[in-house]
């Protein structure tokens, strides 16, 4: 095989409690991606539609996570990458991590795939630290694991597998407001109450428990971030009449999409999804913000190879 393109999904990390280490994948909105083998060496991209991204691969971050795989692999030829970019930068749904883990993936299956997602995942971290200033995986594991991840340590990188429920669907809305993850990450406390602590990881105890159990009440029990959320959401227009209005509409229960602006809710079912897509809609129907809503099965998979 010569060529391979792919569908780089989007992902939702820190899942209300799970900061820096919990998230999970979608389906219904990724990136396309086609790496190819070329005979000249090195890391080429060579095509990006969507947005104004640079085509160098040591400014973009599907080419820099490339070149640490690249140095790695040393293969007698090189790599073009197309990115077809659907995934809007700094919406909070991993648009860099799709772009990081998408082209390590797709060079994996041109290789033979002599590395495993964990190996994928490092690599990617490369590149995702230059859109975040910081090497994290809690969405780059997602997008290449499928389903919930759980990043339990960096350095050495451990990412382990949750369990998805069957009927567990993810409702989000995206403002067309941009909030750089940078900045999200400037305002955070480097203190936390013991109180606040204590709350935080008996939450992402019960919710890896919900998960593993398909028990949606707790998982409903345990969405709730008591250390992040206060500081992000003031950054985010509307963002506790969203939650309002999801919930009265019945989902489990919502929180900040990475560092935002997206806005993301747990549902059982998919007509309850859509049921707070139509919720939330209304939110921002009323306001001068412009706004994208999806709704989402859980994607279990991951990555996929797409047949042209």
Request: glycine content about 8%.
């Amino acid at each position: 095989m010569n060529e391979v393109k792919i569908f780089s999904p989007a992902t939702v990390a820190n899942v209300s409690c799970g900061f820096d280490v919990l998230g999970f994948c979608l389906d219904s909105v990724g990136d396309d991606m086609v790496i190819r083998k070329t005979d000249k060496k090195g890391i080429f991209i060579t095509k990006i539609e969507g947005y104004d991204l640079p085509f160098e691969a040591e400014k973009n971050v599907a080419g820099v996570s490339a070149l640490a795989m690249y140095e790695d692999a040393k293969p007698d030829f090189g790599f073009e990458i197309e990115i077809y970019k659907k995934i809007k930068p700094g919406s909070g749904v991993g648009s860099s991590s799709a772009s990081a883990a998408g082209s390590v993936f797709g060079m994996n299956v041109l290789l033979g795939y002599p590395y495993n997602n964990t190996q994928l995942s490092y690599f990617a971290m490369k590149g995702e630290a230059l859109a975040s200033q910081s090497e994290h995986a809690d969405n780059i594991a997602p997008a290449l694991f499928g389903g919930f991840t759980l990043v339990k340590s960096v350095s050495p990188l451990e990412i382990l597998e949750i369990p998805t429920p069957n009927n567990l669907y993810a409702t989000i809305i995206h403002p067309q407001i941009e909030i750089k993850t940078s900045e999200a990450r400037a305002i955070l406390p480097k203190e936390v109450a013991l109180k606040d602590a204590i709350s935080q990881w008996a939450n992402v105890g019960s919710l890896i428990h919900g998960l593993y159990t398909s028990n949606y009440g707790l998982i409903e029990r345990s969405l709730h971030d008591a250390i992040v959320e206060p500081h992000r959401s003031k950054l985010i227009p509307l963002y506790q009449d969203v939650k309002t209005a999801a919930k009265a509409a019945g989902a489990l229960g919502s929180g900040i999409s990475g560092s935002g602006p997206s806005i993301f809710s747990l549902c059982e079912g998919i007509d309850t999804a859509k049921k707070v897509e139509q919720a939330i809609r209304k939110v921002y129907a009323n306001s001068d913000i412009a706004f994208d809503t999806y709704v989402s099965k859980i994607n279990a998979e991951g990555m996929k190879i797409q047949n042209n």
